[in-house]
């Protein structure tokens, strides 16, 4: 079965720390992008950052950083100087194409909640 | 650029009954795609939708349906609902196989 694991429910960090969410995932493809997605209490679906899997480089957008270890299947996004806008629901998921359509598979999420 | 929009936001509706929602794609957009997030999980994958015509489809069973229009906007419907129908159900569009862009999504309840 094709899953995302994200093991954190909720994670907490005080403001301008930084704060790390894990995220492994199972697919038996080797072409497929991984993503982060914020979600907050507006419901819409933000896109925080993308890696290709077949680029070793781990992508990286202003204040969001990931580590992608492909051979453990692992994605994990850094978030520094955290801010209280950061705080949201975060999906771990990766689009694979199936020949005629791509469809997301996400996880189960984590809240983030930034204290002052 | 109005970005992805959704309609209702909210719904209420009786088990048994069938909803249609909306969702007008970004854009330049030509591929729609929609999601069911359900209290405390994540988006799972219902269908996708290109050149008005079903591409692909998750695991939701046949009281799930869609539709695509000329203009790329869709339709999601659901006949026959059920308590467990009750979700977030979210569009997303996207140019062929770019980088999907997401609705606020409708909040349906079934009671």
């Known amino acids: 079965a094709q899953t995302v694991t994200q093991s954190q429910p909720e994670m907490s960090v005080q403001e301008a720390e930084t704060v790390t969410l894990s995220c492994t995932y199972d697919?038996?493809?080797?072409?497929?992008?991984l993503f982060w997605y914020k979600q907050p209490p507006s419901r819409q679906m933000i896109l925080v950052i993308r890696q290709e899997a077949y680029k070793q480089q781990n992508a990286t957008e202003n204040r969001f950083s990931v580590n992608f270890q492909k051979a453990a299947k692992s994605f994990s996004l850094k978030i520094s100087d955290s801010q209280l806008g950061d705080a949201a629901m975060y999906f771990c998921?990766?689009?694979?194409?199936?020949?005629?359509?791509?469809?997301?598979?996400f996880g189960t999420g984590t809240r983030l909640q930034v204290t002052l | 650029d109005a970005g992805v929009t959704q309609s209702p936001t909210h719904l209420i509706k009786t088990r048994g009954q069938q909803v249609t929602l909306r969702c007008s794609p970004k854009s330049g957009h030509d591929t729609v795609s929609w999601y069911q997030q359900a209290l405390g999980q994540g988006p799972q994958f219902i269908f996708q939708?290109?050149?008005?015509?079903?591409?692909q489809r998750g695991n939701f069973p046949d009281r799930f349906s869609g539709h695509q229009f000329p203009n790329y906007s869709s339709e999601l419907n659901v006949n026959a609902l059920l308590l467990g129908d009750s979700a977030l159900y979210l569009c997303?569009?996207?140019f062929g196989y770019g980088e999907a862009f997401f609705g606020q999504g409708t909040r349906l309840t079934v009671v």
């Open positions: 998921a990766y689009r694979i194409y199936t020949g005629t359509a791509s469809k997301l598979t």
């Open positions: 997303a569009s996207s």
């Open positions: 939708y290109y050149e008005e015509e079903e591409r």
């Open positions: 697919t038996s493809e080797s072409d497929y992008y």
